[in-house]
C-alpha cells in the first residue's frame, strides 16, 4: 500500500501568526525524524479560489502502518486530530489517499529524477515505451488489465453547500476517482529554455488549468489547486510547481488530455522542446496517478464550502470534536 498524505493550514495570508506556527510545527516534526516519519515529503502552497493561503504538508509512505502510527502520536498528525473547530481561528483540511500499487503510476520526462512518491527509498524509476500516446496512463496501471476503473455514480454538484466553519467534516469522493498530481521543475533552466518555460509553456499549462477550474461540472474536475513547492531548509519559495486534480475518474481526465485544445497546446510544446533539446531538456516535468478507493479518508476543519472536494463530496459525515 502506497501512503500520500496531505495536511494543510487554511489561512488569512502566508504570513498570518497560524501560518508561522504550522511552519514552526513542520519544522520540529522534521528535526529529529521517527521510526514512522514520512519516507519523502514537500512543502507546497497555494491561494485558493476564495482568496485563503493554503500551506501544504505532503508525506509519502510505503507502509501503511507506519503512516497510522505518525498520525497517531508524531505532533503534525496529532496537531491535525486535536484541532477543535468550534474555537479555530483558522481552516486546516487532510486529504489521505493510500492505495495497493496496481492502482497507481508515476512518470517522469527527464531520466535520473524522481519526484513526490519516486522519492521513497526502494523506489526504482526506470524507462518505459508505455507512453507517448493518449491511454498511455491508463495501460501503466496493472489493475487496468482486468478492471474499466469506471465511477459507478455520475459526478454532480452537491444541492447545498458543506458548511464547515465551526465544524470538521469528513468526505468521501466516490469510488474510482482519478488523483493526479502533475509537476514542473525549472530550477534548472537557463537562458532560451527558462525564457522558453516562462514565457510559453507555463502560460499555456495555466491556460488549461484556467479551463478546467471553470468547468468542473463539465470536465468531471472534483477540485484543482495549483501550487507552488517551498525549499525543506530554508521554506523559501522554489522554480517548481505541482497541480493537484482529482477527477471523477479517469476517463474525463483522459477526455481531456486527447482532445481539448488547452492540453494539445501544452502536449504539442512540450514535444516541440524535447524534440528540440532532447537530452539537454532542462525543463523536467512528472506526474503521479492514483486511482482511489471509496473508503479514502478526507477531513475539513472549519473550511470554507469550496475546499477541496466538498463541492462535490459524495457522503458526508460531521464528527465530534468533543471526543
Given at each position: ?5 496531505y ?5 488569512s495570508?502566508s504570513?498570518s501568526p ?5 511552519l514552526?510545527?513542520?519544522r ?15 512543502l507546497t502552497?497555494?491561494?485558493?479560489g476564495a482568496?485563503r493561503?493554503?500551506?501544504v ?8 502502518n ?11 498528525g ?12 483558522f481552516?486546516a483540511?487532510r ?8 492502482r ?14 519516486a ?5 526504482e ?8 500516446y ?9 489493475l487496468?488489465a482486468?478492471?474499466?476503473l469506471?465511477?459507478?455514480s455520475p459526478?454532480?454538484?452537491r ?6 466553519l ?10 474510482n ?8 521543475h525549472?530550477a534548472?533552466s ?13 502560460p499555456?499549462l ?7 477550474s471553470r ?12 501550487m507552488?513547492?517551498h525549499?525543506?531548509?530554508?521554506f ?6 505541482s497541480?493537484?486534480?482529482y ?14 485544445a ?7 510544446h512540450?514535444?516541440d522542446?524535447?524534440?528540440?533539446f532532447?537530452a539537454d ?10 486511482i482511489?478507493?471509496r473508503?479514502s479518508?478526507f477531513?475539513?476543519?472549519n473550511?470554507?464550502?469550496d ?14 470534536d468533543?471526543?
Amino acid at each position: 500500500m502506497m501512503t500520500a498524505d496531505y495536511i494543510a493550514i487554511q489561512t488569512s495570508d502566508s504570513n498570518s501568526p497560524e501560518s508561522i506556527n504550522f511552519l514552526n510545527l513542520i519544522r520540529s516534526a522534521h528535526r529529529t525524524p521517527r521510526q514512522d516519519s514520512p519516507e519523502a515529503w514537500e512543502l507546497t502552497s497555494f491561494v485558493d479560489g476564495a482568496g485563503r493561503f493554503n500551506l501544504v504538508h505532503i508525506g509519502y509512505w510505503r507502509d501503511p502502518n507506519k503512516h497510522a502510527a505518525w498520525i497517531l502520536g508524531a505532533p503534525l498528525g496529532k496537531w491535525f486530530t486535536s484541532l477543535d473547530a468550534r474555537h479555530a481561528n483558522f481552516g486546516a483540511w487532510r486529504e489521505t489517499i493510500q492505495v495497493p500499487v496496481d492502482r497507481l503510476e508515476t512518470i517522469v520526462s527527464k531520466e535520473g529524477w524522481s519526484f513526490g512518491l519516486a522519492n521513497c527509498p526502494m523506489i526504482e524509476m526506470r524507462l518505459t515505451t508505455t507512453n507517448g500516446y493518449f491511454g498511455a496512463a491508463r495501460d501503466r496501471f496493472p489493475l487496468s488489465a482486468i478492471d474499466r476503473l469506471e465511477a459507478p455514480s455520475p459526478h454532480r454538484r452537491r444541492a447545498t453547500p458543506a458548511l464547515s466553519l465551526g465544524r470538521r467534516l469528513r468526505a468521501e469522493c466516490g469510488h474510482n476517482t482519478a488523483v493526479i498530481r502533475s509537476g514542473q521543475h525549472w530550477a534548472s533552466s537557463l537562458g532560451e529554455q527558462l525564457v522558453d518555460y516562462e514565457s510559453s509553456l507555463q502560460p499555456k499549462l495555466m491556460a488549461g488549468m484556467d479551463h478546467l477550474s471553470r468547468n468542473q461540472e463539465t470536465e468531471g474536475v472534483l477540485s484543482l489547486r495549483v501550487m507552488t513547492n517551498h525549499d525543506l531548509e530554508t521554506f523559501a519559495s522554489v522554480q517548481q510547481t505541482s497541480v493537484l486534480a482529482y477527477f471523477n475518474s479517469l476517463e474525463p481526465l483522459e477526455k481531456w488530455a486527447e482532445s481539448h485544445a488547452t492540453h494539445a497546446a501544452i502536449y504539442e510544446h512540450a514535444i516541440d522542446k524535447q524534440r528540440e533539446f532532447g537530452a539537454d531538456r532542462q525543463v523536467v516535468t512528472w506526474h503521479e496517478v492514483f486511482i482511489v478507493t471509496r473508503n479514502s479518508n478526507f477531513e475539513y476543519v472549519n473550511c470554507h464550502a469550496d475546499t477541496g472536494i466538498l463541492p462535490f463530496a459524495q457522503t458526508l459525515m460531521a464528527v465530534d470534536d468533543a471526543n
